[in-house]
């Protein structure tokens, strides 16, 4: 987010709380009233946004990450263009075998499991 997109966001919310205020005055509600329901609606507005900030720093959904995410996908796209075909065949083998390599593990680790059931206590 740029120093004005803040500042306009900024500036919106106060303007929602004189529109809140006034439109209340306006339905008739006196002003000390109107005064607390426009705070109300402008405070709600803010925890809101607010809101939807924390659940993408949580989620890890923030315009940063994806930049970093799209930056190293790119970079790993160029590397792969730029390898020959068996720069890749064995690429391909190395990755495989650590696949397999994993799964041997797993298995190990679930057949000792089976053999020795107070591993656990």
Known sequence: MRR??????TLAFF???????????????????????????LVVGLLAWLSTYLLRVVT??????????????AVLQKKLAEMSPEEIAKLQAEIAAEELA???AASEQQQAAKSDPDADQ
């Not at 004005?4 to 966001?9: T, V």
């Not at 315009?63 to 996908?73: I, S």
């Open 102 to 104: 994993e799964e041997l």
């Open 15 to 41: 303007a929602l709380g004189g529109v809140a205020y006034f439109g209340l005055k306006m339905a008739g509600i006196e002003a000390n009233s109107a005064g607390v329901w426009s705070q109300l609606v």
């Open 60 to 73: 890890g959904n923030m315009t940063l990450d994806q930049q970093l995410d799209d930056y190293k996908k």
């Open 4 to 9: 004005i997109d803040a500042i306009a966001i």
